[in-house]
């Protein structure tokens, strides 16, 4: 199993609907996790951070499920400028904190 | 707050050349990671650097590949020879603090040709 795995989309959605990327992860000693945002050609930023009791920003709400070792991000209110690849971020315990991102999922809101 | 700085923006070479990118992080971040990113993936790790010591450097193609921080501040990324499959971005990213969160500068998009 790859330590972090995302669909890569597209997800093509419309304007005002509300649209949800999951994040496999496969080391359970993990604790921290991140949502970044990457729009074309340029570089990522984060977009929020995971927490256990989960995350909530206005329309987007992060979620960890440890059990199931997977994080989500939900977006309502799907706005054009959405549009962008969103990467999960797993670091990786081992003595040492190694940053993982995942491929990145691609959402593109239609008008 | 200055963000993390990369040059060149650009870099067009010819395959079998050699190539360097630098790299300023955000004062006071101990952590550096050189990161390469493909298009159509996710940024890739290179390397990572807790001050100036390397503490992960396992994707790093190590023939071709070399990378330093000295003094644990800017950090330059060798490539030599470069090869075709070299052409990406290559992003430098720093945090404050190993797995907390990383910012990143602009990239350096290299074209080997």
């Known amino acids: 199993r790859k330590e972090v795995e995302q669909d890569p989309g597209p997800f093509n959605v419309p304007e005002g609907a509300t649209v949800a990327f999951n994040c496999t992860y496969s080391?359970?000693?993990?604790?921290?996790f991140f949502w970044y945002r990457q729009d074309c050609r340029k570089e990522p930023k984060l977009l929020m951070s995971?927490?256990?009791s989960g995350n909530e920003d206005g329309r987007f709400t992060a979620q960890l499920n440890r059990a199931s070792q997977y994080i989500s991000l939900l977006i309502r209110d799907s706005k054009l400028s959405d549009s962008a690849t969103y990467l999960c971020?797993?670091?990786?315990?081992?003595?040492?904190?190694?940053?993982?991102f995942g491929t990145g999922t691609k959402l593109q809101v239609i008008p | 707050e200055a963000g993390v700085a990369q040059s060149p923006r650009y870099k067009i070479i010819e395959k079998r050349q050699s190539v360097a990118f630098w790299c300023n992080p955000i004062?006071?971040?101990?952590?550096l990671y050189w990161y390469q990113q493909i298009l159509g993936q996710g940024p890739k790790l290179l390397i990572q650097?807790?001050?100036?010591?390397?503490?992960?450097d396992s994707q790093l193609p190590k023939d071709r590949f070399s990378a330093e921080r000295l003094k644990g501040v800017d950090s330059t990324l060798k490539i030599q020879p470069a090869k075709l499959e070299d052409s990406a971005v290559y992003l430098c990213?720093?945090?404050?603090?190993?797995?907390?969160?990383?910012?990143f500068g602009q990239g350096t998009r290299l074209t080997v040709v």
């Open positions: 971020v797993v670091p990786v315990s081992g003595g040492y904190q190694k940053v993982t």
């Open positions: 080391n359970s000693a993990s604790q921290s």
């Open positions: 004062s006071g971040h101990a952590t």
């Open positions: 995971v927490y256990s």
């Open positions: 650097f807790q001050n100036n010591g390397v503490v992960d």
């Open positions: 990213a720093s945090s404050l603090a190993r797995g907390a969160e990383a910012f």
